[in-house]
Structure formats: structure tokens, C-alpha cells
């Protein structure tokens, strides 16, 4: 298991986090989000649209990207990249 941690710079807006999520759907390993916002802890498949757009993803909120899996480097490698595009 990979686990990278970042702070998102400003408010996703949900193409970002659709965006993202489509992108990331190619991966074979699963990739998970885990965070706090409002004081409540969140977990979301980064690969299911669904749940990335019921998600708020604002400016300042530090977020734990894990990947498990046959491909969880390049998925890490890949999906930070694409934080970072949308951030």
C-alpha cells in the first residue's frame, strides 16, 4: 500500500473531482481518499464519481491519498499529478 499526504490549495470544484475520478478509473489497484472536514471523517473511492462529487473538497483540508494494489505506484504518481492540475 502506497499513502501520500497533501493540503489542496483552493475549493475542487465537482468537473475537477469528476475529472479526476474518470481519469483514475483505468488504475487496477484501489484508490481511497481519507480526510476530515466540518469535524467528520471522510473516506471516498476515488474511482467512483458518485461518491467523489457527495464529497466536499475545500481549500486548506489535508487529504490522505492510498492506493493498494498490482499498480499502486503509478496509480499514486498519476492521481497526485492530477490533484495538483486541479489544485
Keep these: 500500500m502506497r ?17 479526476i475520478s474518470v481519469k483514475s478509473s483505468h488504475f487496477i489497484s484501489d484508490v481511497t481518499l481519507d480526510f ?11 474511482k467512483s ?3 467523489m462529487l ?3 473538497i475545500k ?7 492510498l492506493t493498494r494494489g498490482k499498480d499502486e505506484e503509478e496509480a499514486m504518481h ?3 499529478d492530477l490533484f495538483r492540475i486541479f489544485c
Design 3 to 19: 499513502v501520500h499526504e497533501f493540503k489542496i490549495t483552493k475549493d475542487l470544484e465537482r468537473s475537477d473531482l469528476s475529472g
Design 36 to 46: 476530515q472536514f466540518d469535524d467528520k471523517h471522510h473516506k471516498v473511492d476515488v
Design 49 to 51: 464519481v458518485l461518491g
Design 54 to 56: 457527495l464529497v466536499p
Design 59 to 65: 481549500a486548506g483540508t489535508t487529504l490522505r491519498l
Design 78 to 80: 498519476f492521481i497526485f
